[in-house]
Every structure is written in structure tokens, then in C-alpha cells.
């Protein structure tokens, strides 16, 4: 079943959020990133967009689309939200260099198609 109009939204956040680390981080090494706080913090936010837009995605889409970590997206961004002063620039890295990219041909995949022009 496809996504309704509200939950193709979400799916759209998450993986404009996506793509936004995937082109933030390209061609970044890691100690560039680490000194880099501009950067760092552009990424969190990536991170707590899709996993707010995760946690709004109805239970039933989630059980057909199990490809994707609905859980780990969604703890992930409850932990740079509540956990703000212990992130591990390591595992944000991870995120934005392997996982969040990993993401995009999935959440491509159930995205609806645009209504055509008229």
C-alpha cells in the first residue's frame, strides 16, 4: 500500500535529509569533520529531521518497509536530542558516511511518484 499524502511527506524529509549529509559529506575527511562544528551540527540536525520524521510514520508503512531501521533512526535522533552534550562525532560520521546514504535508494523506493502537472 502506498504512503498517504502526510506520510510521503515524512518519507520526502527523510530522505531530502539524506541526501543533504550525503552532499555535505562528500569528498569530507574525518578529521576535517572533526573540527569542524559548522558542519557537525548541519549534520545532527539531518539526523533529528529524519528521525522525527521516522517516528511520525504510521506503524502499518513501517511493518511493509522493514528494509529501512525505523527504531535506530528514531533513537538516534532521541539521543542528540536528550544526549545533546554527549555526542560521538565518530558515530555521527558513520551515520552521514554509511548509513544515511544507504538509506536513499530505500526511501527513494517507496516514495510516491509527484501528481503530474497540469
Known sequence: MPPTNREAGYIWDMLDAARTIQRFMAGVRFEEFLHNRRLQLAIERCVEIMGEASRRVSDKLKAE?????????ISQRNAIAQEYDDIKQERMRLIATVHAPALIPDL????PPPPPIE
Do not use: S
Not at 527513494?108 to 516514495?111: D, Q, R, S, T, V
Open 108 to 111: 527513494e523506493a517507496i516514495l
Open 65 to 73: 518497509h522493514p528494509e529501512i531501521p525505523w527504531g535506530r533512526i
